[in-house]
């Protein structure tokens, strides 16, 4: 079966982490984001999978390479403008027609059951298929409302005092080639708005496949740090080093991740961190809740719109995480 990895995000919210690299291509404990999600794939057969690319193309093509070491066959299909999350699939169609296909979005670290999935699918004979969570915490990923296993309306943001925890969608579907239909050709279009709301007008059947399972979402700084610790607490640890750290034996370094040749000095105290590559934290220094590059890569760049505000200490530039 083949599969399509959305990969073309900015990734807005995660700057300064993605100052150097695109969103995918974010090392989690020492793999691509989006390798988690090739290595997904390649657990249920899903070996021929494309890849889309916009923002820094190479930072993602650098972290995939041809997809062996993560179980899969790649391709990648650039976008030079970028086309939305059904204007992807229309720029990848002749990979993808032919057969039932799956799409995750490139940002996904997960474990749900992709064949039960598959059997909702079929036994349904739904044009798509969404998988779907409950969120007994209303974050705010936009609510899908159900009806007997199909998917009935695509709602706002929770309301925080609703009864029953809602349905959120995983950024995971299963489509039939026959969803290209209601893709507009050549241009920018949305899979809600665009595609499965005009289908579902239609009478098409867009089934609902409820599940439980892990699954994060790594699409902020604090998601980034809170998902990485506790993918580390389940290993047993609170603390991940990339290549050549160089920690002195008087620092204090607890529930962290530094990435490539981070070095923290004598007396530094570090906690609740996320270091960059090659950041130095100077003999004494505290860094808490924060996220912390070189600032020669943020020098003279205008910081994205969503992106958290920081300041440049030294030859550091450093992100609250308390903001």
């Known amino acids: 079966m083949k599969a399509m990895i959305l990969a073309a995000g900015y990734g807005e919210r995660l700057w300064p982490l993605t100052s150097d690299r695109t969103k995918p291509a974010l090392p989690v404990l020492g793999t691509p984001l989006v ?32 997809g062996s070491q993560f179980g899969v066959r790649l391709q990648y299909v650039h976008e030079p403008v970028i086309l939305g999350t059904s204007g992807a699939l229309d720029n990848a169609r002749e990979f993808l027609e032919g057969d039932t296909f799956v799409v995750v979005n490139g940002k996904l670290i997960t ?44 709602a706002g943001m929770p309301a925080p005092a609703a009864a029953e925890p809602p349905l959120m969608f995983t950024g995971i579907h299963i489509l039939e080639p026959r969803i290209f239909e209601y893709i507009p050709r050549g241009g920018f279009s949305d899979s809600v708005s665009d ?11 867009i089934a609902a496949h409820v599940t439980e399972g892990m699954w994060y979402e790594l699409s902020t700084l604090r998601r980034y740090l809170d998902i990485s610790l506790a993918l580390l607490r389940d290993r047993g640890e609170d603390l991940y080093t990339g290549r050549n750290p160089s920690i002195d034996i008087a620092a204090e370094v607890h529930d962290s991740v530094l990435w490539d040749d981070v070095t923290v000095e004598r007396g530094a105290h570090v ?20 996220v912390v590059v070189r600032a020669d890569l943020v020098s003279g760049v205008t910081p994205p719109a969503k992106a958290l505000k920081g300041q440049v200490l030294g030859d550091n530039f450093v992100v609250s995480l308390s903001q």
Request: glycine content about 8%; proline content about 4%.
């Open 111 to 154: 474990d749900l059951d992709l064949r039960a999935a598959l059997q909702t699918h079929w036994k349904r004979k739904a044009l798509a298929t969404l998988v779907l969570l409950r969120n007994p915490k209303h974050e705010r990923f936009s609510v899908v409302e159900t009806n007997d296993g199909l998917v009935t309306r695509f």
């Open 271 to 290: 906690r609740g961190a996320v270091l960059g590559d090659g950041v130095r934290i100077p003999a004494g220094e505290r860094v808490e809740d924060a």
């Open 195 to 205: 595609v499965y709301v005009p289908a579902m007008a239609s009478g098409e059947r």
């Open 35 to 66: 390798g988690y999600v090739a290595q997904y794939l390649a657990r249920y057969g899903c070996e021929d999978v494309i890849v889309n690319l916009h923002h820094q193309p190479e930072s993602v093509r650098r972290a995939l390479g041809n």
